[in-house]
């Protein structure tokens, strides 16, 4: 560097292109790793604290009729339902029986009574029409919707089918365990130690 620009650089902020390209590279890439951050945070506590609920008997359900439950917050609407066709994240014999919040992850729409047994989804959402496909995780499949219904995950004991947690954010939350009381029924884990 020459004395003269040295010294114009002593008294005030120099920045070279090179230092320019360099600091706005690192906002890229702070801001794409932001999210990223963001979201592991949200599946790690997600997986901690949920509680066990009890939601039906096998035995009860029907290929192609869903039924309504709270979970994991009283406030929190889903349904669980049979599709007759193995899907993603299924239990049962026949890896069909799924849950998922009811509400539209893009503006919360009440999807409940919109789920289309020939076409294995739920939808269109009363607000924009967004549909989700239930044997592929609830992946949004058409309209305004950019991410998949939460999908509620369940485990078999016996003929019982319980609610564990809860893979994707609810609609109008910035956690699915907080801001309301716990679903009538569900039971939080003891802690072991």
């Known amino acids: 560097m020459s004395a003269e620009k040295e010294t114009a650089c002593d008294h005030a902020a120099c920045l070279t292109r090179r230092d320019a390209l360099l600091a706005g590279g690192g906002g890229i890439i702070a801001g794409m790793v932001a999210p990223i951050g963001a979201a592991s945070a949200q599946r790690a506590s997600e997986g901690v604290a949920y509680p066990r609920k009890r939601v039906v008997r096998i035995g009860e359900l029907h290929d192609g009729v869903p039924l309504a439950f709270t ?3 009283q406030a929190q609407p ?5 599709l007759g066709a193995p899907a993603q994240g ?3 014999p026949d890896h069909d029986i799924v849950a998922f919040s009811s509400l539209c992850t893009h503006m919360g729409g009440n999807l409940r009574g919109r ?4 076409l294995k ?9 967004s549909t989700f496909d239930l044997t592929r995780g609830g992946v949004a499949v058409h309209a305004s ?12 004991a016996g003929d019982d089918v319980f609610a564990v ?21 569900a039971k939080t884990p003891t802690m072991r130690g």
Not at 78 to 82: L, M, S, Y
Not at 115 to 118: K, S, T, V
Not at 121 to 129: K, L, M
């Open 78 to 82: 889903n349904f669980i339902v049979k």
């Open 165 to 185: 947690r809860v893979a994707g954010l609810i609609y109008g939350y910035r956690h699915n365990l907080k801001d309301g009381s716990l679903a009538e029924g």
């Open 145 to 156: 919707a950019t991410q998949s219904l939460p999908q509620v995950v369940l485990e078999i």
């Open 115 to 118: 789920y289309r047994h020939d």
């Open 121 to 129: 989804a739920v939808g269109p959402c009363p607000f924009h029409f």
């Open 90 to 92: 299924g239990v049962g």
């Open 71 to 73: 979970y994991p917050l």
